[in-house]
């Protein structure tokens, strides 16, 4: 059976222009720092404040949009050779906001930032000459920025670098090999466009082995994707059209491997303007201390087969070993060398339905940034899928690489661990139904006994909180507790 192979992904590179591609490189603005005192030291001319407060301009922060404003200070960072800024003025000058629309002025803002090793702006760079709709089309060149991009990790660079490799654009030769390579790498990240296209490799024998279970899971897996409806429809159809050459063993066995699929972020770097990034992670998840001698706890799916663990800390990036873990309840104790700040645990039984919660993670890093995030919201069930007494239901809205982040209520106690959240594709081939903010927690009760096996852990964690807090300093305690954990 021969389908369409990777021409069909030339016809979705629409959505990877403009908002869409941008929206993979929007960085964080001012950290913990208000408003106030990055204006100032802006105005004194220091680079990050400056491209720190454009970025308040630009992303609405306090109801201060302006992105004339945005733009002003942009270029005055990116004029002292600040590459996150050079990038943010490109894509301005490439999507006409606060600014007149030039492409040229954006190519030149791009390879600024590009030639300082900016993965974002080395793959907005390659889609420009790739799209040819503003500058003139150079395949040669978009396969160069693609390339480099790719290598960094940026899952739509490896996407068109795959498809380039699989027809053979320009001066480059046909490599099906290198183009299932480079699929593989972008689908693993969970784009769907690549899970596509990677299925019809499967289908076809292109590049891999031709394998119709492994076709079916990256077919199901992207058309689960409910927000880019021109891929969900190709992937439908074609996995419909497949049904008709398998059993119902091998159809069972590509939806239980999609079921089991976990997207593993590749993360370049702790910035993407840093002359020496550490080797390139193979996932990510969030961790939170427990004790103030560096004992922390994070999901053991987060942490398994790891070669390797670092941790993002506000001292740096510091290493972490495995200490023990319970496979059975996603748990994994490690332990680092410093002070640090923990949060204390409180029996889960203290927690009640509708009971508010948050979580401080890292979901996303290579999409969303580095620096810690916050969600909130409520205990949904006292227990998790299928009644499982172990987990709470929360409605807070948590993402890839929140796993291993702590569940915290008002009183700023740790009630659970961050773990999953309902399987998308699975939902969809039981019911039908996409699942919407459907997510899940370990109880405490279940870390509290885990650590009953570690005397010397357990002798040291803090009373539980017993008296109420500010919200403020709920939050506070909870980002300083929480770190980014990096496997290798």
Known sequence: MKMKSCLAASLMFVFFTGVQLHAHAQQTAGGQESFEVIKTKAENGDADAQLNLGLYYAHDKGGAKDMTEAVKWYRKAAEQNNAKAQFELGFCYSDGQGVKKSP?????????????????????????????????????????????AAEQGIDYAQLYLGCIYSKGMGATEKDDVQAAKWLTRAAKQGNSQAQGVLGECYLNGEGVAQDYIEAYKWFNLSAAHKDLQNTQGISAQERSSLIQLMTSAQIAEGQRRAAAFVPRKEIPGLSSDNSNPPETSMGSGTGFFITDDGYLISNYHVVKDAAKVRLVTSAGTIDAKVVQ?????????????????????????????????????FPDPSLQGFSPKLAKGEIASLSGAGDDPRYFQISVPVQPGNSGGALVDEHGNVIGIVSAKLDASAA????????????????????????????????????PNTKDEKFEDVVKSAQDAAVLVLVY
């Open 428 to 463: 969809l081939a039981a019911s039908g139904q996409l699942p919407e903010n459907v997510n899940y927690a370990v109880k405490s009760s279940l870390l509290l006994s885990f650590l009953e096996s570690a005397p010397d852990v357990a002798s040291k964690l803090k009373e």
């Open 325 to 361: 873990v319970d496979a059975a309840n996603d748990l994994a104790l490690l332990k680092t060398d410093g002070k640090f700040s923990p949060l204390p645990i409180a029996a889960s039984r203290s927690a009640h339905l509708g009971g508010t919660v948050v979580t401080i993670g």
């Open 104 to 148: 040229d002025e954006a190519v030149k803002w791009y390879r600024k930032s590009a030639l300082q090793g900016n993965a974002f702006a080395q793959g907005s760079l390659g889609a420009m000459y790739f799209d040819g709709a503003d500058v003139k089309r150079d395949y040669y060149e978009a396969f160069k920025w693609f390339r480099k």
